[in-house]
């Protein structure tokens, strides 16, 4: 399939993913990357921005300076209806406003402070997997450990109280979800808004010792408003625990259905076998399954076509992380094979600012949670385990396991 | 090798950290990149390589790496000094 395909040939986005293979992206938009580095999809809303397929060229445009991350440009692959209006986050904003604004949270997450993090986040897990033993089995792995591992960490580091969890929570939930009525999105971000923006007045008040009270410090010198403050905590405090949260369960699955794999984990206490494990599971599983997208701002040439200034981009992390070209037997969970160079935090300078906190986290909990419980396991059918096909954010709803 | 960084560029993500901490920091009041050794031993090349290539922002470059946009060739890391 050469030149410009038929309008009937033109994919629909989000795909849909095989039966029975849950952790491939979808077949049919797999099934692109064949043809070269760039396609068409077509959205909700009928447009059919570009689909960049390949490694390379997805990381040549997400660092390509004439690529814009900003959600209000004409032309931006807008993901979901939305209502408009409230504050935007940075992540949809670009340079100089975008560093100005991630320049003020970055420092809270350098590799070496969240290496500081390291034992507490050891405690927290360990505590949790008491918990677990000592409980009631089967459980829910979600609702029981991968929610609460990075839920409790989040809320240390931004200083938003534990107890809150289920609000928090439920609300990012619906905010993630695609099915969801953008009146009902706009709500539950509303309602995170202002949880937010009274915190952020408390630790204006009160200051203490967490990330949420030097971003209230920020406003206090004028340096920030207070809703852009309040916008900061809930992307911080959504992107903070679902993410993670996702990838624990999901993660899990996986290796449950992939035994040798679990078995290198299991067997090992090197941190270089664990840490190279959480790359090639982030690799392979790629939780954040709705591409990166962004819009042209001048004619670009790539891939043998030419992009016009206005269009509308979509690189899709989970297919360019199957790229054979970069990972050999792409579809394979290989955790031995050095994945360091994935796109699933994204490229360019939008990429993930919290990376070295979800790192951590996952080192300990895939570093501990089979070694503990080795005889961990399933207690369903895998055919029976509702996975977030409607979710922004890919993964399971719920995991029961037993032991 | 001499390896230069560009501090407006960087984005703080701290892949280069990850990789070789011995050569790269990030300043504890924005994360943005600290150069600790701008002219490292040899056996700190391919890592350093490996850094610059998986830099997000393009901020790193190491002068042996010439005539090719940093980040944009997918086999810089791994390839002899």
């Not at chain 1, 309040?230 to 959504?238: C, E, R, S, Y």
């Not at chain 1, 579809?331 to 990429?351: P, T």
Request: proline share 8%; aromatic share 6%; glycine share 8%.
């Amino acid at each position: 399939m050469t030149g410009t395909p038929a309008e009937a040939a033109i994919p629909e986005f989000p795909g849909v993913r095989a039966a029975g293979c849950p952790f491939d992206p979808p077949p049919a938009l797999q099934a692109l990357q064949e043809d070269g580095p760039l396609a068409r999809v077509r959205l909700w809303d009928g447009s059919t921005p570009w689909f960049v397929t390949t490694y390379a060229e997805q990381r040549a445009l997400l660092a390509h300076p004439d690529v814009s991350a900003d959600v209000t440009r004409p032309g931006y692959p807008i993901p979901t209806p939305r209502t408009g209006g409230g504050s935007l986050s940075f992540i949809l904003m670009d340079d100089p406003e975008h560093a100005r604004l991630r320049r003020m949270v970055q420092g809270a997450f350098t590799v070496r402070r969240v290496e500081t993090m390291r034992p507490a986040i050891q405690r927290i897990v360990d505590g949790l997997i008491d918990d677990l033993l000592a409980g009631p089995k089967p459980v829910d792995l979600v609702e029981a450990f991968a929610l609460p591992v990075p839920s409790l960490v989040i809320c240390e580091l931004l200083g938003v109280p534990y107890a809150d969890h289920d609000f928090f929570q439920d609300n990012s939930k619906t905010i993630i979800k695609r099915n969801v009525t953008p009146e009902e999105r706009a709500a539950a971000g509303g309602r995170l808004f202002e949880y937010l923006d009274r915190l952020v007045g408390e630790k204006l008040a009160e200051p203490a010792d967490d990330l949420l009270s030097k971003v209230a410090a920020r406003v206090e010198a004028g340096e920030l408003t207070r809703p852009e403050a309040a916008q900061m905590g809930v992307l911080l405090l959504i992107a903070g625990h679902e993410t993670t949260a996702n990838m624990i369960a999901l993660g899990t699955l996986a290796l449950l259905r992939h035994p040798g794999q679990l078995d290198l984990l299991r067997e090992s206490d090197d941190p270089q076998v664990v840490a190279g494990a959480v790359e090639e599971l982030l690799r392979y599983l790629n939780i954040t399954h709705s591409g990166r997208r962004r819009v042209a701002l001048a004619d670009i040439e790539i891939g043998g076509q030419v992009i016009r200034a206005g269009e509308g981009l979509i690189m899709p992390n989970d297919i360019g992380n199957r790229d054979p070209g970069v990972f050999p037997d792409p579809d394979a969970l290989d955790l031995r094979r050095d994945a360091r160079r994935h796109v699933a935090f994204g490229f360019g300078v939008h990429q993930c600012l919290g990376q070295p906190l979800a790192r951590v986290e996952l080192q300990v909990v895939y570093g501990t949670l089979y070694r503990r419980i080795p005889t961990l396991a399933l207690a369903t059918e895998p055919d029976r385990i509702p996975f977030k096909h409607d979710g922004q954010v890919y993964g399971v709803y719920e995991l029961p396991v037993t032991w | 090798m001499k390896i230069t960084v560009d501090e407006e560029k960087c984005c703080g993500a701290g892949q280069c950290v990850l990789l070789a901490p011995d050569v790269f920091d990030q300043r504890e009041e924005d994360g943005i990149v600290l150069l600790l050794e701008p002219e490292p031993a040899a056996d700190r090349h391919a890592v350093v390589r490996e850094a610059a290539a998986v830099c997000p922002a393009g901020a790193i470059e190491a002068s042996e790496i010439e005539a090719r946009e940093i980040g944009a060739s997918e086999n810089e890391a791994g390839e002899d000094a």
